[in-house]
């Protein structure tokens, strides 16, 4: 049984991985990459690293995917008013 959650998750993360490569919205692509890095933290706990976990999950998920949604939501391309 705990094979079978290993696999779930690294598969998790894999498909993350790829959803936030082939995306064609940066949002999706930040969202996919949070996903992936909160899986990857619950993989790092099930492997009894906690620090890592909590690390991982505190910047990984939190913080860069925030950090990204931010720099994103500030620097999209504002379309011209025409008179």
């Known amino acids: 049984m705990p094979n079978l959650i290993y696999g779930l998750l690294a598969l998790t993360v ?3 991985a790829i959803v936030a490569l082939l995306a064609r919205s940066l949002i999706r692509s930040v969202i996919a990459l ?3 890095s909160a899986s990857l933290a619950m993989l790092f706990f ?3 690293a906690p620090y890592a976990a909590g690390f991982e999950l505190s910047v990984g ?3 860069i995917s925030t950090l990204l ?3 994103i939501s500030l620097t ?3 379309r011209p008013h025409n008179p």
Do not use: M, Q, T, V
């Open 14 to 16: 894999l498909c993350a």
């Open 34 to 36: 949070g996903i992936g």
């Open 46 to 48: 099930l492997l009894n």
């Open 61 to 63: 998920a939190g913080l």
């Open 76 to 78: 999209e391309a504002r």
């Open 69 to 71: 949604i931010i720099g």
